[in-house]
C-alpha cells in the first residue's frame, strides 16, 4: 500500500464548475501538506500549502486538511480551462526525521476543464 | 528572479551509457533535491543536498549518485543506464533543507534510454 493514495481521474468539468480533488495517507508522520499542480512539459508548481490540519483559502483556491481522517482536500471554484492540468497532492515529515526533507507525492489527478 | 534551471532539456542516451543531469537553483536557496517521474510510480525522491552534503536518500540503486558544490548548483549522476530509468527528473530548491521553505521545482530533464 502507497503512502499516500489520489485518484488519477482523469476528472473533466465544465467552466465554472467547483472541482474537487482528494488524497489519503498512512503515515502519522506527515505534518506539512501541500498541492502542485503541474501543466504538461512543465515541473510542479506550488499552488497551496499547510502546516497541520486546519484550511486555507488563497483566491479561488481552498486546502482542507483533516489528520483526524487522514484526508486532504483541494477545491477549486468558478474553474476556468487554463485549470487544466495535473494536480499532485505532496505531504512531509516534521523536523528532526531524517526524512524530513523528502515529499511523498500523490499520483496525481488529471484535471480538465472545458469551456 | 530566475528560477530553478535544469540543463539539459531532453536527452537521449544508450542503454548501458552513464549520463549527468545539471540544476542550478533559485539564488540563495541552498538545498536541492531531485526526484524522478514516471507514469507509474509518480514522482518519487532521489536524494536531497545541502552545504554539499546529501541529507537524504531514497530507495534507488546505487547507479543513481549526486553531489552539490560550493555555490549550491547540484548534478546528478547515472551510470549504466537501463531501459526503465527513462523518466523526468526533477530538481527542486529550497532556502533550507524541509518542507517549512517550500520547495520550487524545475521544469525537468526528459531521459530516453534506448
Known amino acids: 500500500q502507497k503512502e499516500v493514495e489520489q485518484d488519477p481521474g482523469p476528472l473533466s468539468v465544465p467552466e465554472g464548475a467547483i472541482v474537487s480533488l482528494n488524497c489519503t495517507y498512512s503515515?502519522?508522520?506527515?505534518?506539512?501538506f501541500m498541492w502542485y499542480r503541474q501543466y504538461s512539459r512543465k515541473g510542479p508548481e506550488l499552488l497551496m500549502y499547510?502546516?497541520?490540519?486546519g484550511n486555507k483559502e488563497d483566491g479561488r483556491f481552498t486546502a482542507q486538511v483533516d489528520k483526524s481522517s487522514k484526508y486532504i482536500s483541494l477545491f477549486i471554484r468558478d474553474s476556468q480551462p487554463s485549470d487544466s492540468a495535473t494536480y499532485l497532492c505532496?505531504?512531509?515529515?516534521?523536523?528532526?526525521?531524517?526524512?524530513?526533507?523528502?515529499?511523498?507525492f500523490g499520483q496525481g489527478t488529471i484535471l480538465t476543464v472545458h469551456p | 528572479k530566475a528560477g530553478v534551471t535544469q540543463t539539459p532539456r531532453y536527452l537521449i542516451k544508450t542503454r548501458g551509457q552513464q549520463v549527468t543531469l545539471s540544476c542550478s537553483p533559485i539564488?540563495?536557496?541552498?538545498?536541492v533535491s531531485w526526484y524522478q517521474q514516471t507514469p507509474g510510480q509518480g514522482l518519487q525522491f532521489l536524494f536531497e543536498y545541502f552545504s554539499e552534503t546529501q541529507r537524504n536518500k531514497g530507495n534507488f540503486p546505487g547507479r543513481f549518485s549526486g553531489r552539490q558544490f560550493s555555490n549550491s548548483r547540484s548534478e546528478m549522476n547515472v551510470s549504466t543506464l537501463e531501459l526503465g530509468d527513462s523518466a523526468l527528473y526533477l530538481c527542486?530548491?529550497?532556502?533550507?533543507?524541509?518542507?517549512?521553505?517550500?520547495?520550487?521545482f524545475g521544469s525537468g530533464t526528459r531521459l530516453t534510454v534506448v
Open positions: 505532496a505531504m512531509g515529515r516534521g523536523a528532526g526525521g531524517t526524512s524530513y526533507g523528502k515529499l511523498t
Open positions: 503515515n502519522s508522520a506527515f505534518q506539512y
Open positions: 499547510t502546516y497541520s490540519s
Open positions: 539564488s540563495g536557496h541552498r538545498s
Open positions: 527542486a530548491s529550497s532556502l533550507e533543507p524541509g518542507p517549512f521553505y517550500g520547495y520550487t
